[in-house]
């Protein structure tokens, strides 16, 4: 290949592995004795030369069902295969529930088989993100977690969003504002629920969901038999804000005559609730991008400008307020 091009070995290994440090002439040269002499690198020694396997996982701590039935996950998963889709970097998806599997993965993922990891609903005080970035692998984590900072994250201003939807319910009147609260073992969770509790001006009327629908509903439930005279209900997501409609709708409950109802997430089904929901907007698929441009940099050994990106949120109103 060298002598093809009239070029050194060293060249040769320059312009095969991407590096700028080549002359054009000196690329247009290897690029020419490539294609006249059909070289396909091989992966296997080009990973031992390099340290580097073009692979970052992502890294899911929720079932299947949940993964591909709720959009905030395709939403995310859009993102970051946008901010991937120019690197060359291919993306692995891995899904961990209980603690084996969450050693197994670790085992794999420190195994030299990925350059970095990207981490989503964590749950609780997780060991994973430390773990990972204790052995050297760069990671980038979607939010921060209960207790502890990560390294690098990228988040919505999710207790700023909890804060919009509860002061535009107050400022249409409504004064018995209930809450279907995320997992509280997760930060956005407690994050949006905080906000709810800033802004309320009335009882503290919280229920918890784990952001389905069916959870959404069970609390709209329990709320109900608590305070049968609320008139407002706020969901930190449409998903449970979804669940909740069915139930208020069941108990013979105008939307939003007698209760008002606002989501978190802006996904595409608050378009087509009846009536359509007034959600909190969060960029989900922004939120992927700079995931993954965040992990390229740290792959790459650059400074980015920051570890801690926060990206803002909107109340986008429609007829449930």
Known sequence: MAARAGVGRGTVSRVINGSPKVSEKAREAVEKAIKELGYVPNPAARTLVTRRTDTVALVVSESEERVWGEPFFAGIIRGISSGLSKTGLQLLLAMAQTPADHERLERYLTGQHVDGALLLSLHGDDPLPR?????????????????????????????????????????????????????????????????????????????????????GAAAMRELLERCPELDAVYAAS???????????????????????????????????????????????EEMGRAMAELLVARISGRAPDSLAIILETRLVVRESS
């Open 238 to 284: 449409d998903p449970m804000a979804l669940g909740a409609m069915h139930v208020l709708r069941a108990a013979g409950r105008s939307i939003p005559g007698d209760v008002a109802v606002v989501g978190f997430d802006d996904s595409k089904m608050a378009r087509h609730t009846e009536p359509p929901l007034t959600s909190v907007h969060q960029p989900v």
């Open 131 to 215: 773990h990972l970035e204790e052995r050297g692998l760069p990671t980038v984590m979607a939010g921060s977690s209960p207790g502890r900072t990560p390294v690098a994250y990228v988040d919505a201003d999710n207790r700023g969003g909890a804060r919009q939807a509860v002061q535009h319910l107050v400022d249409r009147g409504r004064r018995r504002i209930a809450a279907i609260a995320g997992p509280q073992d997760m930060q956005v969770g407690l994050d949006r629920l905080a906000g709810y509790r800033e802004l309320n001006p009335g009882p503290d009327l919280v229920a918890q969901g784990d952001f389905s629908e069916g959870s």
